[in-house]
C-alpha cells in the first residue's frame, strides 16, 4: 500500500537460541518442499503496519528484555491484512552455560 508506514521495536540483536531456531526451521520448511521462505526474520513487535506519522528511533535505556516463549508458523495476507496461526509449538527456556549432568562417581 503506497504511503504505508511500519512502526517496528527490533530487539538489540540476536539472540544465538534463536538464530538456531531460525536456521531448523528453515532447513525443516525447505525439506516439505517450501521454497518461498521469510528472510530477515528478528525477534520483534509491530505496533502499527499504517500508521499516520514517522517515528524516530527510539532506544529504550534500560533496554526491556523479553522472553520468545512459543515458536508460531504463520501465513499473512488478506485486506486489512492480518496473520493465521496454523501451528504453535512452546519452546524451554534459553540456559546459557547449557545444563550439563556432572559425573556420579
Known sequence: MPGRIHWTMRARGVPKAFAALLQEVRGR???AGFDRIATGVTPHMTLSYCARDTLDK???EPPV??????LC????????YRYDIIGRWPLLPEID???TQPGLF
Do not use: N
Open 58 to 60: 527510539i532506544v529504550l
Open 29 to 31: 520448511l525447505g525439506d
Open 65 to 70: 528484555a523479553w522472553t520468545i516463549d512459543a
Open 73 to 80: 508458523l504463520a501465513i499473512g495476507g488478506g485486506d486489512p
Open 97 to 99: 552455560p547449557l545444563a
